[in-house]
Nanobody
Framework: QVQLVESGGGLVQAGGSLRLSCAAS????????KGWFRQAPGKEREFVAG????????SYADSVKGRFTISRDNAKNTVYLQMNSLKPEDTAMYYC???????????????WGQGIQVTVSS
């Protein structure tokens, strides 16, 4: 069993940066694929960034490529999402997720955090 807790969200002006953190319980997290998703009001949840458990493969949504970076710290059992050059359209609830297998871009992750709000003002 893996529990995920996000932190680092908040309100930021357009062009600013935020770093989301997702702390996991359970050492098995190290062996899981990791992902970040977001859901804006009235929209479906969408993939943002993902990383294989080895860290050798990362993937990003086209809308965030070049601005967002997913990374991990195995010693801290934590995955991060560095978000730069934020835009108002990045406003959403952000969720981290972990999966022992499968695609890193599909939403079929087994474990999810509770989500954290990111609001970008224009």
């Amino acid at each position: 069993q893996v529990q995920l807790v996000e932190s680092g969200g908040g309100l930021v002006q357009a062009g600013g940066s935020l770093r989301l953190s997702c702390a996991a319980s359970g050492r098995a997290f190290i062996l899981y694929h990791k992902g970040w998703f977001r859901q804006a009001p009235g929209k479906e949840r969408e993939f943002v960034a993902g990383m294989t458990w080895t860290g050798s493969i990362t993937s990003y949504a086209d809308s965030v490529k070049g601005r967002f970076t997913i990374s991990r710290d195995n010693a801290k059992n934590t995955v991060y999402l560095q978000m730069n050059s934020l835009k108002p359209e990045d406003t959403a609830m952000y969720y981290c997720a972990a999966n022992p297998r499968g695609s890193i871009t599909d939403s079929g992750y087994e474990y999810w955090g509770q989500g954290i709000q990111v609001t970008v003002s224009s």
